[in-house]
């Protein structure tokens, strides 16, 4: 986050869209886990036929 606010402050915009790429490549694995793990919470105990209602399917 600190590169990305440091490139902001330059006129380079390709070094703040790099700054942006690799913040998100570094934040992905967390945001996948978390919504895994929120998914998961929801579906705990649901039947298939229950958790394909649920998402309308």
Do not use: C, F, Y
Not at 13 to 41: G, S, Y
Request: hydrophobic letters at 50%; glycine letters at 4%.
């Amino acid at each position: 986050m600190r590169e990305l606010e440091a490139a902001m402050a330059d006129t380079d915009h390709l070094a703040v869209r790099a700054k942006i790429e690799a913040l998100d490549q570094a934040t992905k694995p967390v945001a996948q886990l978390r919504m895994n793990r929120a998914i998961a919470a929801q579906l705990h105990g649901v039947s298939l036929d229950e958790a394909a209602r649920k998402v309308g399917a």
